[in-house]
C-alpha cells in the first residue's frame, strides 16, 4: 500500500503552496491529490487580488507574509507568478470613515504599507473616478493582483523539484481515522497510508469533513466575474479597487480590459453543480457598478 508523510488534498494555490513549504522544510514523502487538473476551482476562477486591507488581524498577516512571497516569487519559488504592483484602493462611504481609520491603525502596526487617503487623493491615485460619495478610501502603493492559475502552477513546479508528488485526476474520498488520529486518505484509486493531511480542497471541504464530525460552516457559493474592454480614450492601467460603496472590486485584466465582481453571490451545497458561466443580468449589473465609480465605462 502507498504511504506518504503527508497527503495535501486539493491543487489550488493553497494546496500546491502547502506542499511546496512543507517540502522545503524537509518532509521528505509529500503527495497531492487533485480530483481534476490544477487550479480547476476557486483559484482558477479567482480574482486573485494581493492586498492586505482585511478586517481581521490573523488574514493580514498571512497576507503581509504572501505579499512578501509575490513580490520575490521567482527568487523564493521560482517560475512567474503575474504579480503586478498596480496599488490596491479600499473605497468605503461617508459614515465609515472612523472605522477604515481604526483598521488602517492596526495594519501600519503589523508593518503594512497602508494609509487613508481623502476623495481628492483618490483622485491623484485614480484620476477617472466619480468620487462624490467617497468618504475616505485606504490605499497600500505595493498592492495589486497576480495571475492565480500561474502562481499554482508554478508552485506546483517547485514542489515537484523538490521530490512531491503531484496525482492529478484522483479524487480523494474519505479521511481515515483510527483512535482519533489519521492514518491514511482514501481514493477513487485505493487507500495512500499517512499520519498528517492537509486539507485545501476548496468548496468540496464538506465532503470530507463532515464525515469526520467536523463543521466550519462552509457553504459553496457560485460567485461570478466579468470583463469589459476600456472604452476609447481609456489607456491607463488603473489600481485595484474595493468599493464597498457599491459592493464591488475590480482590477485591470491585461492589457485593455477590466475585471469585475460584485458581491458573494448565492450559497448552495453542491460545487458540482455550479453552471460556470455568466448571467445576462449580472453583466448588466457589472457595467452598471463600474460605471458608477469609472463613469467612463
Request: with cysteine; net charge negative.
Amino acid at each position: 500500500m502507498p504511504t506518504a508523510d503527508a497527503v495535501i488534498i486539493g491543487g489550488g494555490a493553497n494546496g500546491t503552496s502547502a506542499a511546496f513549504h512543507l517540502a522545503s522544510l524537509g518532509v521528505r514523502r509529500v503527495t497531492l491529490l487533485e480530483r481534476r487538473h490544477l487550479a480547476a476551482g476557486a483559484t482558477g476562477k479567482s480574482g486573485a487580488l494581493v492586498r492586505m486591507h482585511y478586517a481581521n488581524e490573523p488574514e493580514a498577516r498571512l497576507a503581509w507574509e504572501s505579499l512578501k512571497v509575490f513580490r520575490d516569487f521567482k527568487t523564493l519559488v521560482g517560475g512567474e507568478c503575474g504579480f503586478e504592483p498596480v496599488g490596491f484602493v479600499a473605497i468605503v462611504p461617508r459614515g465609515f470613515e472612523a472605522a477604515l481609520g481604526r483598521n488602517v491603525e492596526r495594519l501600519q502596526g503589523l508593518g503594512i504599507d497602508t494609509r487613508v487617503v481623502s476623495p481628492d487623493e483618490i483622485r491623484a491615485i485614480l484620476p477617472e473616478a466619480a468620487v462624490e460619495d467617497v468618504g475616505a478610501a485606504a490605499y497600500e502603493p505595493g498592492s495589486g493582483y497576480a495571475d492565480p492559475s500561474a502562481t499554482a502552477y508554478a508552485f506546483a513546479d517547485a514542489a515537484r523539484r523538490l521530490g512531491v508528488r503531484i496525482e492529478t485526476g484522483r479524487e480523494a474520498t474519505r479521511i481515515v481515522t483510527e483512535r482519533d488520529r489519521v492514518v491514511g486518505v482514501e481514493t477513487d484509486t485505493g487507500r495512500i497510508d499517512t499520519p498528517a493531511v492537509v486539507l485545501a480542497p476548496g468548496a468540496w471541504g464538506r465532503r470530507l469533513l463532515d464525515p469526520l464530525g467536523l463543521d466550519f460552516g462552509l457553504v459553496p457559493h457560485r460567485v461570478q466575474v466579468t470583463i469589459f474592454r476600456w472604452p476609447a480614450g481609456f489607456q491607463r492601467r488603473h489600481v485595484v479597487v474595493i468599493d464597498f460603496a457599491h459592493m464591488a472590486w475590480f482590477r485591470p485584466e491585461g492589457a485593455n480590459a477590466t475585471l469585475i465582481g460584485l458581491e458573494l453571490g448565492v450559497g448552495q451545497r453542491d460545487p458540482d453543480g455550479f453552471h460556470e458561466g455568466v448571467d445576462e443580468d449580472y453583466v448588466a449589473r457589472c457595467r452598471e457598478k463600474l460605471a458608477t465609480r469609472l463613469p467612463a465605462f
